[in-house]
């Protein structure tokens, strides 16, 4: 069950006024915030040099710091820790990986991610920075915030974890051991929330855990998918009721969770199953997740609003009853700071309207630490920023470790362990305060409490609600007082109690003449205890009736049956004897007491008469005085006794009831009189005594206030000093290092350094001065005009002392006598306080320096005037610097290119892809080339070919990028064009008739037409495998002889470098065939006469070769014919002529062909010519005709013709065949 108070049970009820935007807003992640006071500062050092610098959290640091004094944590912190260290600004966003630290002389909250600071107040009581940044922290981040304690004095920083807690966020504390100063960690250890106690080296490492355990990375929270009938859940809670008696069933499940979540993270487990079994094996973690579950977080006058509230309209309503005892009830009290706000309340109204009431707060938790801690009333000193200076003064005391509430106001507050759900109620109550405790519980438990307060508060009585509880279903018995405050006012309509569930502690039952223990007893004495028991049974049976009374006449014991003689009456219980006895009895027993102390004595009365149901019983009685030895107290025994053995006279008395009466009251006018006089000299006394203790009081109060005042502001300023004093000795510390540091410098440097004072003495110098002045140790003090120099430089004092009086430096190279080149600086020396104490002299040698500057320039001059551009940027890709190739290719001075991005030339039309190759490939060390399109200042665009290379310092990091390129943009015209001419001469080699190949000087074909597939009979690929010679195309002559490669034309145009032309050469084909080819070769030849490639276009002439053979054989035919043949074309002219008609017509073929007929045909008869001509052309038969023709000489003769018409392939008459036969004038048509 969680404390009775604000739980962490439940979800935060209360929200920020106002949301910041959230693109305003920083990402939510870790906030760690870090308080520190005295001896800070080495915890610090410790946790943050164990402490990664790419956790993703942010570190908030908060210290008391002098007002007064320039904090120089930043500087300090900063050389332990990678992170970036910073003093917080106002309104600054907490960024991940970084540290902020307090400024001097403000107070610091966070809020919707950023940091906030004000002005500290000046107040008469210490400020707590630390618990005010927690506070708001707990506010701002929840379960994202982690709270660190460490060394510090005081208590700041206690109050503020338990909000962090409440929130779901995780505490660690230093350990006292390893802490400097132990105050502010004991104090947080104190209150039980430390999640780890450790010292602050190994913080990080468990801090580091919880950030990245997955319940806190939200992973976890998923995968478990737990409901909440979950028979996990049901474990832990039997777990919890079990070792605690608390039954949390009936609680919100989801906060219970996020608590046993938190749990998982402490213990480094990830699985809600491997945690239910952690838990039942380990009693040790029941309890720590029962005190998670108890986190209660209250504080003095929370809300002061809200107590005002009740001074107004509460209790004067109240104390309008006139009740003689005022009763309040707190429920969930947690470590009492409300009862005891509540008792300060009632005091200053009783005193303000001066009416004194009894009053009785019953305050009560189920939390039995919490109640302990409460009952003592001690708080820490960071209570001063919630209750009043006044307060403080009156209701409290100053102790050592904290503040005491004052025993007056203690004793007003009964604190009680009591459960509401399932312990009866208090009644009769006037106030009934249950703050913030309702909104933990579900519905059906809310109800059943709220029944239990109904019944417990009187007609009109008060009841006192969280902002946001409210009464639920029984609002018909109660009457809403204030809306705000949710304070309501009893109907006085009482519910009965249904009381099932309730549980009721049996009663102590003291057993009658066994004396009560004051201690547990020992296991050693069980001996004891038997004869103790044996006695009591004795005593029991033996003894008459007796009761044992001490000297105040209380009852202390009673042995026997007594119940005739005592009786216990309704009301206030005493334990005075007179109060218990019989009426008939109280003169005698009282008579006799007084007798028996004051002569201390044994006293015996006999006859003491008795009534009794009508009847007369006598009854003797004995008192007997006893003391123990060795002590100063006296008891009494009264024994009561029916007498059967008879008293000795001398010792008995015979009692008379009205002589004892007249003496006893004598006895008691005596002792009146006396205890008057006494009583008025007491009052005399303890007037004048009180006189003087209320002024003795006064000058105390007095005293005490300004002590308490100038002891705060010096604890205050102790530890404001404190850390002074450690940042000074840190500062010491390192101006002892810087000290060794220059030391160590002027020994081992290789730069002479020389210090002269104001009057150019020396004051100081390095080893390395020596080599370039002669000095030696004792030259310190010794001016430098009297020194010699080893180097060209006639003015270096004049030089000095110009530099003492104007303070501009002076540098100058000078020539050593050793063939060196030194440069040489004179600057004044000037002090952190800006005060010129002389001059220094530094001789670096320079003379490596400047032969590379001599090869730099060198360098520099080649890169400038390089035909190829040259381009070096940042390895951001920012342009550093650019060569006039660059200006000339782009059109960009370099003035305009150096601070751009290389994006200035981009024209859009380069591929993505490719910058990304660029980039991968630089990024990763690696050298690329590629092409660019880029476009020039003047918009026109020009492809690049580039390599870009990454240029790397003397670690191997990349510091830059080389970029190396050429202006290709003629070329690739050039390439266009030259493919557009190969593409056409592909085109026109593959249409064209004959193959053509292209070979190599190596005899390798580079080339092959798609024609060479048919008369080769091989696929082009593999064509292109082979070479001029191979075997496989068995080349043969054109008798069918095989061919020797050196008569090939390929050889013979190599040979000759000239073309050869109709080599007639043939194949054997794949498939068997033949084919004749007839090959035109020729060489290609470079600029410089070199033979490149030999081209040769081979024909297929198969065909050809037997058609040719086949028309020699027709010409031989038609050569040998006795007739005369002529071939005609269809216009009529000769295309052939055989040998025949050379001596019919006179005419030799070259005569003849090509003319037409019409020279072979007399006149008249021509035109019947081109009829027949015309028949043949249509296709028509003309039959053998005679007719008259023409020689050479003129004459003519009588001729049989036989006309037949010429068929192309095509059946397309194309021309006629003519056989003349000279006949006899006779045979003519």
């Not at 969680?2 to 049970?9: G, N, Q, V």
């Not at 509401?420 to 909104?439: A, G, Q, T, V």
């Not at 290389?902 to 092409?931: F, H, I, M, N, Y």
């Not at 005609?1128 to 090509?1154: K, M, Q, V």
Request: net charge negative; hydrophobic share 40%.
């Amino acid at each position: 069950m969680p404390s009775e108070t604000d739980d962490i049970l439940s979800d935060n009820p209360s929200q920020p006024d106002t949301v910041e935007p959230a693109e305003a807003r920083p990402a939510p992640h870790f906030i760690i915030g870090i308080g520190a006071s005295a001896g800070g500062f080495e915890a610090l050092e410790q946790f943050f040099s164990a402490m990664p610098g790419d956790c993703g959290a942010s570190f908030v640091v908060v210290q008391h710091l002098s007002p007064d004094h320039k904090s120089l944590m930043v500087e300090l912190l900063s050389k332990h820790t990678p992170m970036r260290v910073c003093q917080a600004e106002e309104n600054a966003p907490l960024i991940p990986d970084t540290i902020y630290l307090i400024p001097p002389k403000t107070v610091m909250t966070a809020a919707n991610g950023r940091l906030h600071l004000a002005a500290r107040e000046d107040r008469p009581v210490p400020n707590y920075p630390i618990d005010v940044f927690f506070n708001s922290l707990a506010e701002n981040s929840g379960e994202k915030a982690v709270a660190i304690i460490l060394s510090g004095t005081g208590s700041d920083g206690s109050r503020g974890i338990r909000a962090i807690k409440q929130e779901g966020g995780m505490v660690m504390v230093q350990d006292v051991d390893s802490a400097k100063f132990d105050g502010m960690p004991r104090n947080a250890i104190a209150t039980g929330l430390a999640d780890f106690v450790m010292p602050p080296s190994r913080m990080p490492e468990e801090l580091l855990n919880y950030l990245r355990h997955p319940v806190v990375q939200d992973t976890l929270r998923s995968q478990t998918g737990l409901r909440e009938d979950d028979d996990r859940l049901h474990q832990i809670y039997l777990a919890l009721k079990q070792q605690t008696g608390v039954d949390f069933t009936l609680y919100k499940q989801s906060t219970v969770l996020r608590r046993v979540e938190r749990r998982l993270t402490i213990n480094h487990i990830n699985g809600l199953s491997d945690y239910v079994a952690y838990l039942n094996q380990t009693p040790e973690e029941i309890t720590a997740l029962y005190n998670d579950l108890l986190i209660g977080v209250t504080n003095f006058f929370r809300d002061p609003e809200a107590f005002a509230t009740l001074t107004a309209r509460v209790l004067p309503e109240i104390f309008k009853e006139r009740r003689t005892t005022l009763r309040i009830w707190t429920t969930g009290c947690s470590t009492g700071e409300e009862p005891y706000s509540l008792a300060m309340l009632v005091r200053e109204y009783m005193e303000a309207v001066g009416e004194i009431r009894d009053v009785k707060i019953f305050a009560t938790d189920i939390d039995r630490n919490a109640l302990e801690f409460a009952s003592n009333g001690l708080y820490p000193e960071n209570i001063a920023t919630d209750v009043s200076r006044e307060r403080l003064q009156k209701f409290f005391v100053h102790r050592d470790d904290g503040y005491q509430i004052i025993k007056p106001i203690r004793e007003m507050v009964i604190f009680a362990a009591h459960n509401i759900i399932k312990d009866p109620p208090f009644n009769k109550i006037d106030l009934l305060s249950c703050r913030n405790l309702l909104i933990y519980l579900q519905p059906t438990l809310q109800q059943k409490v709220m029944a239990f307060f109904n019944f417990a508060l009187n007609e009109n009585g008060f009841l006192f609600l969280g902002s946001s509880e409210t009464v639920g279903g029984f609002a018909n018995s109660f009457s809403l007082v204030d809306p705000k405050w949710k304070l309501y006012r009893s109907q006085g309509k009482h519910i009965p109690l249904n009381l099932e569930g309730f549980t009721i502690a049996p009663p102590q039952v003291r057993i009658p003449g066994k004396p009560r223990l004051a201690g547990m007893r020992r296991r050693e004495d069980l001996e004891s205890q038997t004869l103790e028991a044996l006695f009591d049974d004795l005593v029991a049976r033996y003894l008459p009736p007796t009761v044992v009374v001490d000297e105040n006449h209380d009852v202390v014991h009673v042995m026997g049956e007594v119940d005739r003689y005592l009786k216990l009456r309704p009301g206030r219980t005493s334990l005075d004897v007179a109060a218990l006895l019989r009426q008939d009895l109280v003169i005698a027993v009282e008579t006799g007491l007084n007798k028996a102390s004051r002569e201390n004595t044994e006293v015996f009365y006999k006859d003491v008469r008795l009534e009794e149901a009508g009847a007369s019983l006598r009854l003797d009685l004995a008192i007997r005085p006893f003391a123990g030895p060795g002590s100063g107290t006296r008891l009494f025994a009264l024994t009561f006794r029916e007498s059967e053995a008879p008293v000795p006279d001398t010792l008995a008395e015979h009692f008379d009831l009205d002589a004892k009466a007249r003496q006893r009251i004598i006895d008691l006018e005596n002792e009146l009189k006396y205890n008057r006089e006494n009583l008025q000299a007491t009052i005399e006394e303890v007037e004048t005594t009180n006189e003087e203790l209320q002024a003795t009081n006064e000058e105390l109060l007095s005293a005490n206030e300004e002590l308490q005042s100038t002891n705060e502001e010096l604890q205050s300023v102790n530890e404001e000093l404190i850390t002074v004093n450690a940042e000074y000795q840190n500062k010491i510390q390192e101006l002892t290092d810087l000290n060794n540091d220059v030391n160590n410098l002027l020994s081992s440097t290789s730069i002479g350094v020389l210090f002269l004072d104001r009057d150019l003495c020396v004051r100081k110098f390095t080893a390395a001065a020596k080599e370039e002045i002669n000095l030696m140790d004792f030259d310190i003090g010794r001016p430098l005009s009297h020194v010699s120099f080893n180097f060209a430089f006639d003015g270096l004092v004049d030089a000095a002392d110009r530099v003492l009086k104007t303070l501009a430096p002076f540098q100058a190279e000078v020539d050593s006598a050793r063939g060196r080149r030194l440069f040489l600086r004179i600057l004044p020396y000037v002090t952190v306080d800006n005060v010129i104490k002389g001059v220094v002299l530094t001789f670096v040698d320079v003379t490596g320096i400047k032969q590379a500057e001599a090869k730099v320039r060198k360098l520099s001059l080649a890169v400038e005037e390089s035909p190829s551009i040259v381009v070096m940027t940042d390895p951001a890709g920012i342009i550093e610097y650019v060569n006039h190739a660059f200006t000339r290719v782009t059109g960009y001075a370099a003035s305009e290119a150096v601070g751009r991005r290389c994006a200035l030339l981009a024209s859009g039309e380069t591929p993505p892809e490719v910058s990304r190759s660029l980039w991968d490939a630089v990024t990763q060390g690696r050298v690329w080339r590629g092409k660019f399109r880029n476009r020039r200042k003047n918009g026109e665009i020009y492809s690049e070919q580039a390599c870009v290379t990454p240029i790397r310092d003397t670690g191997e990091a990349i510091v830059g990028y080389l970029k190396m390129a050429e202006d290709i943009s003629a070329l690739e015209d050039n390439e266009t064009a030259l493919r557009a001419e190969r593409d056409l001469i592909a085109r026109i080699a593959d249409t064209s008739p004959a193959a053509i190949t292209v070979i190599a000087p190596d005899g390798r074909l580079t080339y092959a037409s798609r024609r060479c597939e048919e008369i080769f009979g091989v696929a082009r690929d593999v064509l292109l495998t082979r070479s001029f010679d191979d075997a496989a195309f068995a080349l043969k002559d054109a008798d069918g002889r095989p061919v020797s490669p050196d008569t090939l034309p390929f050889s013979l145009v190599m040979a000759q470098g000239a073309p050869v032309t109709d080599v007639r050469h043939a194949i054997r084909r794949p498939d068997g065939s033949l084919a004749r080819l007839s090959i035109n070769a020729a060489p290609m030849i470079d600029a410089s006469g070199r033979i490149t490639a030999v081209v040769s276009s081979i024909e297929d002439i198969t065909a050809r070769a037997t058609a040719d053979q086949r028309c020699d054989f027709m010409a031989a035919v038609v050569d040998s014919s006795p007739d005369a043949v002529v071939g005609l074309d269809l216009s009529g002219t000769i295309i052939s002529w055989n040998r025949a008609a050379i001596p019919l017509y006179g005419y030799e073929p070259a005569e003849a062909i090509g003319h037409n007929v019409s020279m072979l045909v007399p006149e008249e008869a021509r035109s019947q010519v081109q009829g027949i001509l015309a028949r043949i052309g249509r296709g028509e038969d003309v039959p053998p005709f005679t007719a008259r023709r023409q020689r050479r000489d003129g004459s003519a003769f009588t001729a049989r013709l036989k006309v037949i018409p010429v068929v192309s392939d095509t059946g397309t008459v194309v021309g006629a065949t003519v056989t003349v036969r000279e006949t006899a004038p006779d045979d003519a048509l």
